[in-house]
């Protein structure tokens, strides 16, 4: 069982359409992280909340950390085709935990 | 360039083999990591190291070998290879704590026949 739970597992768009993925826990965090991985490379950190009920905002991402620190959403405002990859999320316990990821692909 | 590099970066080996996988970082950071990359798994820690010659194990650490006698150094061996250790493998650094955010390498494609 995962301690991060991600939804959906899969998503596939078309260009111009908007998306949340889901980062659920039973468990608080101090702080969560994402992280954006493509083919072949890395996951590369997109954003870090520290604060419960904080929202920051990366150009079309907007990312939110719950009020009680146990969960986060990452919404993509008209998608594009360069969104495509697996979306990691990342929970600070002591050590960094993370959930299976959302692997979005976005059609032209 | 500054940054993490991990070779090789496809393996291809047999089951009971010694396998060493190598990952090197030129920013001089504390902490170093070594993830696996399992479809329905996402990332799961196998060792991390705090500072030279400091290892602990992570999530899954049975049939890894780690060692870190210099900072910019972490090879993650794999004493007897099994079918179940094929994988993707990841190295990571990080500043000071081991809740800052990580720097990844791109990843070892190890498959053991």
């Known amino acids: 069982t995962q301690l991060l739970e991600q939804s959906p597992q899969f998503l596939s768009i078309q260009e111009g359409e908007n998306l949340t993925v889901y980062c659920n826990s039973s468990?608080?965090?101090?702080?969560l992280q994402w992280y954006r991985q493509e083919p072949g490379e890395g996951p590369v950190l997109l954003v870090t909340v520290v604060t419960g009920g904080e929202v920051k905002k990366l150009k079309r991402l907007t990312f939110q950390f719950g009020d009680a620190r146990k969960d986060s959403s990452l919404h993509i405002t008209a998608a594009q085709p360069g969104d495509t990859g697996l979306y990691l999320c990342?929970?600070?316990?002591?050590?960094?935990?993370f959930g299976a990821g959302t692997i979005l692909r976005v059609k032209s | 360039d500054a940054g993490i590099t991990q070779s090789p970066r496809y393996k291809i080996t047999e089951t009971g083999r010694q396998v060493t996988l190598m990952c090197h970082q030129t920013w001089s950071h504390s902490y170093m990591f070594w993830y696996r990359q399992d479809l329905g798994h996402g990332l799961r820690l196998i060792y991390y190291?705090?500072?030279?010659?400091?290892?602990d194990k992570g999530e899954v650490p049975d049939g890894y070998v780690v060692s870190r006698s210099k900072t910019e150094n972490f090879p993650l061996t794999l004493e007897s290879a099994t079918r179940s250790q094929t994988s993707v493998y990841f190295c990571?650094?990080?500043?000071?704590?081991?809740?800052?955010?990580?720097?990844f390498g791109d990843g070892t494609r190890l498959s053991i026949l």
């Open positions: 468990s608080v965090f101090s702080s």
């Open positions: 990571a650094s990080s500043e000071s704590h081991s809740n800052q955010p990580q720097h």
């Open positions: 190291s705090a500072a030279a010659d400091i290892t």
């Open positions: 990342a929970g600070v316990r002591g050590k960094l935990v």
